[in-house]
């Protein structure tokens, strides 16, 4: 199968069925993205997929076959950080770190479709769990990413 991650071509052998997260994973090394709940339910999972947040627990490999998949590997633009996982650092977002990537993937999408999102609309997008309580943080880093404009 032919799949496009992080903007490169890359070709896995396995069954179509297989949810991307596991070939994100175990085929091709990318684990930055996590697995919580395995039910959709979490979002520690969430990757890109042609710019839309998709819990790719749940998500069949064959589903994206030739559509652009981004994971938190290819959020940085070569070794310039993208503006979000900046103000994450600036608002020191992080806990335990495991919800993270996926929150910043749906964060991502969300900055892609609204760049400039009210609460409500970070509230309303934002449906990932955080354990460690990090919701209040997240919203003040995409709010700061929003002000500071650029590639979504
Ligand atoms: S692991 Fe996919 S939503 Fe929880
Ligand atoms: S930072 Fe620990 S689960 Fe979110």
Redesign the pocket.
Known sequence: MDLVVNGAKRVVEVDPTTPL?WVLRDALALTGT????????????TVRVAGHAV????TPVSVVAGKPVQTIEGLADGGRLHRLQQAWIDEQVPQCGYCQSGMLMAAAALLDKTPKPTDADIDAAMTNLCRCGTYQRVRRAIHRAAAAGGKP
């Not at 819990?55 to 749940?58: L, T």
């Open positions: 997260l996590k697995f919580g709940c395995g039910v959709a339910a979490c979002g520690a999972c819990r790719s627990c749940v």
